[in-house]
């Protein structure tokens, strides 16, 4: 009987290093399911308190992430008083984006609102709420995690949408984002976002779903969290699209 706890014990050591030196430090305890709120705290697949668990793995190395918020770093100069295009005039500040420099997955938006203007970062109304919660209690991985930046730096007045010159005029500082982060897959959040990658007029309600490609990098075209605010039901689409990326990514829970 000793013998054979001895052996088990050897195995979990075995397997816990293994798991470690592929850089995996932790793993979910449960797999995940939706019942239509990311942000119902008393669903029954998360931590107590509705924290995130840690994720897998989401950086690939720290030589790799410190390149990439180099590279992060230069393109946001590069920004310093853009006045590139008409948005420059009603805008507080430019909201580059935050997260991971070196994270597997890269959230676009559409453009900064009231709340993003003011506080410079992106994501952070109550739109921003329902995707930290994507994130956090759908996808269990804290959001700091990934990389969020938005099609157009600077707020639309009025929150109206993009126009196609001001969209053309800061496409080239999305393109050098995506190329700095280098993420293993793009979730674009909304019309603005995956036509403006995708080169393509096709309709978001066609693309959403459907893996497409920009450069190499798979791309995820879903509806934006605010369009999920008028429509609630559509979260459940969300989520289906969201666990397809999970499942490329081999991530827990799906
Ligand atoms: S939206 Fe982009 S291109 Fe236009 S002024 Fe702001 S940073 Fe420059």
Redesign the pocket.
Known sequence: MQDNVNELARDLLTHVRSLRDAGILSVARSKSSFDGDFSDPSRGDGNADGAATAPARISASARTREDSAAQLSAIERE?VG????R??RG?QQ?VFGTGNPDARILFVGEGPGKDEDESGKPFVGPAGQLLTDIIEKGMKIPRDEVYICNV???RPPGNRNPEED?VA??RP?LQQQMQAVAPEVVIALGKFAAQTILGTTVPITRLRGNWQDYDGIPVMPTFHPAHLLRNPALKRDVWTDIQKVMRHLGMPGV
Do not use: W
Not at 82 to 85: I, T
């Open positions: 920004l853009c006045e590139l295009c948005l420059s805008r430019i157009v730096k600077c001001e005029s800061c500082f």
